[in-house]
Every structure is written in structure tokens, then in C-alpha cells.
């Protein structure tokens, strides 16, 4: 098999490192919006499951019992497409290197 030439290496790498720009880079805040709603959920629940509950619910601790129980809802499907989001950038960085 023949090595492959300056030219088409240039442009696999130019290709790669614009396919990463365009389809990776923009996702990039996923990962911050995954941390802000695990550190949500976390300090939320134990707020829940610690703190002694008032014998009457007002609309502002219903609002927040909603607002945790929605984070908690959310991160399953946040840590799948941050998994495959991370799964796809290393994949595109082991191309561009080799």
C-alpha cells in the first residue's frame, strides 16, 4: 500500500479539525449546563432528604421540590450526551493524530 501524500494528510487534518469545530465546539456548554444541573439536584436533594420538611408546603417549596425533581429527570439523558459527546471528541483527536 503507498504512503499517503503531504496533501491529502493536510486535508484529512483540515477536514477533521473543521468537522470537530462545527459539530463539537458548539456543544461545548453541555458540560457546564450538566455540572450546574448535578450540583442542582445534589444540593437540592439533600436539602430535601436533611432538612426537617414544614407541616405546610408553601407554593415557593413546591416550586423548588418541582424544579429538583425536573435536574433529576434531566440527568440521565445529560450524562448520555455528555458521554457521547466526550466519546466522539477523543474519537476525532485520535484521528487528527494519527
Known amino acids: 500500500m503507498n504512503k499517503a501524500s503531504k ?3 493536510m486535508l484529512r487534518n483540515s477536514v477533521l ?4 469545530r462545527e459539530v463539537i465546539e458548539p456543544f461545548d456548554p453541555l458540560y457546564l449546563i450538566f455540572l450546574g444541573t448535578s450540583v442542582f439536584y445534589l444540593i437540592g436533594f439533600g436539602q430535601l432528604s436533611l432538612a426537617q420538611q414544614p407541616t405546610e ?3 415557593l417549596a ?3 421540590i418541582f424544579a429538583i425533581a425536573t435536574a433529576g429527570l434531566a440527568l440521565p439523558f445529560l450524562t448520555g ?3 457521547t459527546l466526550r466519546a466522539a ?6 484521528l487528527q493524530r494519527g
Not at 479539525?17 to 470537530?20: G, S
Not at 471528541?89 to 485520535?94: A, F, I, N, P, S
Open 62 to 64: 413546591a416550586i423548588m
Open 17 to 20: 479539525e473543521r468537522t470537530r
Open 7 to 9: 496533501r491529502w494528510n
Open 89 to 94: 471528541d477523543r474519537k476525532l483527536e485520535r
Open 57 to 59: 408546603y408553601s407554593v
Open 81 to 83: 450526551a455528555v458521554l
